[in-house]
């Protein structure tokens, strides 16, 4: 599991505008203390936040092999069990554009070898495991179905890291706000939003168990996103107008 994300700090400048250069240099000196460029007004939080995302993608490759002593009779034992397991898929919904063929025929020393292979993209796994238990049962083991590979889809990854950054920005405008209402003034602009680091990590849990629902949580990732921000604080008489 991942290791608790430290506290967030939060930083406050109230300095009056006359507020000396050698103060400002002591308080910029001190931890817990920001003071604005000449004695600007303003709040600064960092924040954080965590966010998982299960893999969108799997994929299987169902292999079909066949040995005759006829060229003709290898190829036309592997192509009959080919087009069914291909009119399985594409009856249940899996487009072309996810499904792979190969094969190879080779000459052995009494014997042609005539092996496809069928690699198969899935993004809906309930599907996948229908699909893979009934080509189980009709072609026994004149088939050899993989264990699924379980991963993330460029988009799926993208998506992760982008809402996982807005979450701790929302979470610092937060602390912010609070910070404000605790000594009696308003959040303004923001004037800096900054990054600070990203971190992703899978789950690293040892099971024995190799279901399909482990598989899953295994390469389930997380991400953990900090920002620092800097906002402004609004003064009374902006304060008054806007009332």
């Known amino acids: 599991m991942a290791t608790p994300l430290p506290v967030s700090r939060l930083f406050a400048s109230l300095q009056p505008g006359d507020v000396t250069n050698m103060a400002v240099e002591e308080l910029e000196n001190k931890s817990g203390i920001v003071v604005g460029q000449k004695g600007g007004r303003e709040v600064q939080v960092t924040g954080t936040a ?28 592997v192509l009959r069990r080919l087009e069914y397991i291909v009119q399985t898929l594409r009856q249940r919904g899996v487009t072309d554009e996810n499904i792979t063929i190969t094969k190879e025929i080779e000459r052995k020393t009494n014997a042609y070898q005539m092996d496809a292979e069928v690699c198969v993209v899935f993004e809906d796994f309930e599907k996948l495991q229908n699909i893979c238990n009934m080509l189980i049962e009709k072609l026994d083991n004149s088939v050899c179905i993989s264990s699924p590979q379980f991963y993330h889809s460029p988009e799926n990854m993208e998506k992760l890291r982008r809402q996982v950054c807005l979450n701790a920005v929302s979470n610092a405008r937060r602390k912010a706000q609070d910070v404000c209402r605790l000594v009696g003034q308003t959040l303004g602009k923001v004037i800096v939003i900054r990054e600070e680091e990203m971190k992703e990590f899978e789950d690293q849990a040892e099971c024995a168990s190799s279901t399909i629902q482990h598989k899953i949580k295994s390469t389930t990732i ?20 806007s009332c």
């Not at 092999?65 to 290898?74: D, P």
């Not at 997380?222 to 107008?241: D, L, Q």
């Open 222 to 241: 997380s991400t953990t996103s900090k920002v620092s921000a800097i906002f402004e604080i609004k003064g009374k008489e902006r304060n008054k107008k």
């Open 50 to 77: 965590e966010l998982s995302a299960a893999p969108d993608r799997a994929r299987v490759c169902i292999l079909v092999s066949s040995s005759k002593g006829a060229a003709a009779e290898a190829k036309s034992s």
